[in-house]
């Protein structure tokens, strides 16, 4: 997230702040939002079905271990009938296709496609951050640049289409689904981590976790649902200043399905995104490192390792084969570290980048939201491998 007066000030803000459907027919949580700042982490992670993956309402699931997904009609997670694949999956409507976890993604020689029609906010344009594919329509968070406490709307925007407000006046940033079909969202107008109704957009959200150790939070920044609903986010101090809740403690939580908050790390300064891997043992944090830490069977997380070797991250995205896709802030850069450390070949170019997430009808469509010009953007571009949406 971001600003300050005008040129200097946006420079200024941005450092401070910053911070995610499958195929058409099939809902698709996934990979979170982030806030941005220059030399921060942020973004997309999310929960698959579990292992065998999950059957939709009202179907059967494949094998134990899969949560039930947030589909309609009976069918599987996967098209046609049963999901099939191993491992704990991240979204209980998004199952990998066959064979895609063995596909490698290339980022040699892909240019992003700018998306036109970004509505402005006040003077500003705003940035946008948490894109989230969910039922065949790109949800986004779009911040104001004016004061770290003003708020945004969520969007909608439906490719080929336009864009439009989804939910009004909310200052949300990350974006994410939990396993009942309900849109999670934290916020930094309201700090703490809230549950919206798609289908009910004007009823109030429900309190997930506003409060921790009798102290509010500070500028609640991404977050990321397992398959059983445990939620995960991140809580730095961009854009609370003065009025941060526990400035002191730059912390990693997650919230147990019907539980309170816990506290897991704080050895992660200013933690940005977060995202889950494809089989949901490990918990990748952003910030001005990027870290991956084991998770364990109850939801908890082990210490934090350096992994990827890059710095000053923003958002996050995970595709199928376990690749990590990492929003540069501070470098204007998109880059993808596999699932060993690795960073691969090539990397996308965009100014002011703050988050990223999967999408389209064939889940190939890689979004990336940021700033420039004094207004939010959004990007897109095809890739190789298929992803998680949020």
């Known amino acids: 997230m971001r600003p300050l007066s005008l040129v200097s000030s946006l420079v200024l803000f941005a450092a401070a702040a910053c911070s995610n459907d499958n195929p058409a027919t099939t809902p698709t949580p996934g990979s979170g939002g982030a806030d941005t700042q220059s030399g921060s982490g942020g973004a997309s992670g999310g929960a698959l079905v579990g292992t065998g993956g999950a059957a939709a309402s009202g179907g059967q699931s494949s094998s134990a271990g899969g949560a ?22 991240q979204d209980q409507g998004f199952t990998c296709p066959a064979g895609s976890d063995a596909l490698t993604p290339d980022l040699q020689g ?3 496609t ?3 029609g970004v509505p402005e906010i006040l003077n500003n344009g705003g940035f946008l951050e948490g894109p989230l594919w969910y039922e ?11 004061s770290p406490r003003n708020g945004g709307d969520i969007l909608v925007y439906t490719p080929g289409g336009s864009f439009a407000p989804f939910i009004e006046d909310q200052g949300t940033n990350g974006l994410a689904v939990d396993d009942t079909g309900r849109l999670i969202a934290t916020s930094v107008l309201n700090p703490g981590v809230f549950a919206y109704q798609f289908e009910s957009p004007a009823a109030a959200p429900t309190d997930i976790a506003v409060m921790y150790d009798s102290k509010s939070f500070n500028s609640p920044n991404d977050v990321t649902v397992r398959s059983d609903g445990t939620v995960y986010f991140t809580d730095p101090t961009h854009n609370c200043s003065s009025a941060c809740g526990n400035p002191d403690v730059h912390g990693v939580y997650r919230v147990p399905p019907g539980g309170a908050p816990e506290l897991l790390t704080t050895t992660q300064d200013q933690p940005n995104g977060i995202a889950l891997s494809p089989d949901e043992k490990t918990l990748y944090v952003g910030g001005t490192t990027l870290t991956a830490h084991p998770v364990m069977p109850d939801g908890s997380v082990g210490a934090g390792t350096a992994f990827g070797n890059v710095t000053g991250t923003d958002g996050l995205a995970v595709d199928c084969a376990g690749n990590v896709y990492v929003a540069l802030h501070s470098m204007g850069q998109v880059v993808i570290v596999d699932k060993t450390g690795t960073q691969l070949p090539g990397s996308l170019s965009v100014t002011e980048v703050t988050n ?11 979004y990336v939201t940021g700033f420039g010009d004094n207004r939010g953007r959004l990007y897109s571009v095809e890739l190789q491998v ?3 949406p949020y």
């Not at 997904?69 to 009976?74: A, L």
């Not at 065949?136 to 004016?146: A, R």
């Not at 990223?356 to 890689?366: E, I, Q």
Request: proline share 9%.
């Open 68 to 89: 039930p997904p947030i589909g309609t009609g009976g069918e599987s997670a996967a098209t046609g009938g049963t999901a099939s694949g191993g491992g704990g999956n």
């Open 110 to 112: 892909k240019t992003l």
């Open 114 to 116: 700018p998306i036109t």
């Open 136 to 146: 065949g329509k790109l949800y986004l968070s779009q911040l104001d640049f004016t």
């Open 356 to 366: 990223l997430a999967f999408g389209g009808p064939d889940s190939k469509t890689l």
């Open 386 to 388: 298929p992803g998680f």
